[in-house]
């Protein structure tokens, strides 16, 4: 029993890793892709957002089918989309072609996103839920660190496209391991999910997890690009943009400390949305030497707002509505995806500095801990 659900936390990290890692692929390559087909800043935010508009039209549709159909089916054909949608993206000659790969990423990940995390709700009981979502946590600063820092190696050795192909080899081992892995439980019939989706605290909880994934994404997105045009070598400028992520590799010590604390998950995230709100205008300020210390301490504070989110659906909804609870989740997790880097594109279109862009990501901390301070769970 140990074994087999540590096998489960693996199963879902390396699946939602695999979408992830896919995901953010493409900002190391976002200077060689402007420069390649001539794109706005804007125009090249649609390789981003477009993996996350499926995400937000599915999510809870794919939460509903988790709950009927059980963890596995979704998780294998979402696995296998987003395997041939990078090989799509591998062969790609046009912006469109990359376009629509990246669209049909956002297919496989939607059902992916939904589905594997209810493989740890199936086999963690709640005094250690905390650690085991601060653990599934770290899928996105391992990611962003993993694409950053290999990404834009290989292509600069053996071109963009073999990013790729990457990226497609690692969602095809996901696929394997979604494959082998079983469930504890039969999923549930569906039956009051609407009645389920009328609390409205798990519609803050989404709004919270929006803004954070605005500000992670759309700083992860965009950090390499504007840390360039401070002079900055591009290797340099890709460790700054993953320092937040790098910071959040704490989720599994912050996840134990909320179920030290007997599981209480609020006041952590209002302790990460407060940080966002007074640190991300700090890069604008402070000397190029310190922009690395900046980053690493908000990464820390903002660790703990994965964990505390994650373990919260079942509190908020009650047990047995998880699926549908990571559905809604999914859903503004995705927004976050479109209206981070989107908007924050326009703002480097817009204006002459990048002042703005900070400003504008400590506005999104800033709603995240209102809305932290309204909520309420179980």
């Known amino acids: 029993m140990p074994s087999e659900k540590w096998n489960a936390l693996f199963v879902s990290f390396f699946a939602q890793f695999s979408f992830l890692f896919a995901l953010q692929s493409v900002p190391p390559l976002l200077p060689t892709l402007i420069k390649e ?5 804007a125009a090249a935010s649609s390789l981003m957002w477009l993996v996350a508009l499926p995400g937000v039209l599915l999510a809870m549709l ?4 988790t709950e009927k159909y059980g963890v596995k089916p979704l998780a294998i054909i979402g696995t296998a989309i987003m395997t041939l949608s990078s090989a799509l993206c591998f062969f790609s000659a046009s912006v469109a072609s990359l376009q629509i790969g990246r669209l049909f990423l956002g297919v496989g990940g939607a059902m992916v996103v939904v589905s594997v995390p ?6 963690f009981e709640k005094a250690e839920l905390g650690t085991a979502m601060g653990v599934f946590g770290l899928t996105m600063p391992v990611a962003v660190v993993a694409s950053f820092n290999t990404q834009a190696i290989i292509a600069s050795d053996y071109g963009w496209r073999t990013a790729f192909l990457v990226a497609s080899v690692v969602n095809a081992l996901s696929l394997g391991f979604c494959v082998l892995t079983t469930e504890r439980r039969t999923a549930s019939n569906g039956k009051n999910t ?14 919270v997890w929006m803004l954070f994934n605005m500000a ?21 400028a ?16 912050t996840g134990l400390i909320s179920d030290r604390v007997g599981g209480r998950r609020r006041p952590f995230i209002i302790l990460a949305s407060l940080a966002m709100f007074l640190l991300f205008p700090a890069f604008a300020f402070v000397h190029a030497r310190f922009l690395i210390l900046v980053g690493l301490t908000l990464g820390l504070l903002i660790a703990f707002l994965p964990p505390s989110v994650f373990a919260l659906p079942e509190e908020i909804l009650g047990e047995g509505k998880g699926a549908i609870g ?6 503004f997790m995705n927004l976050g995806f479109i209206l981070g880097p989107l908007s924050l594109g326009y703002v480097l279109d817009s204006s002459s500095g990048t002042s703005m862009v ?3 990501l400590s506005l999104f901390g800033l709603a995240a801990l209102i809305l932290a301070i309204l909520l309420r769970s179980r």
């Open 326 to 331: 990571w559905g809604v989740l999914s859903a």
């Open 118 to 123: 209810v493989l740890i709700l199936q086999w």
């Open 358 to 360: 900070f400003f504008s």
């Open 62 to 65: 794919g939460g509903s089918l």
């Open 238 to 253: 890709d460790l700054l943009a993953s320092t937040l992520m790098l910071g959040t590799l704490a989720t599994p010590l």
């Open 194 to 207: 609407l009645t389920s989706l009328r609390s409205l605290n798990i519609w803050m909880l989404g709004g």
């Open 37 to 41: 087909f001539g794109l706005r800043y």
């Open 216 to 236: 992670a994404v759309g700083y992860s997105t965009w950090g390499k690009t504007i840390f360039t045009g401070y002079g900055l070598p591009a290797g340099t």
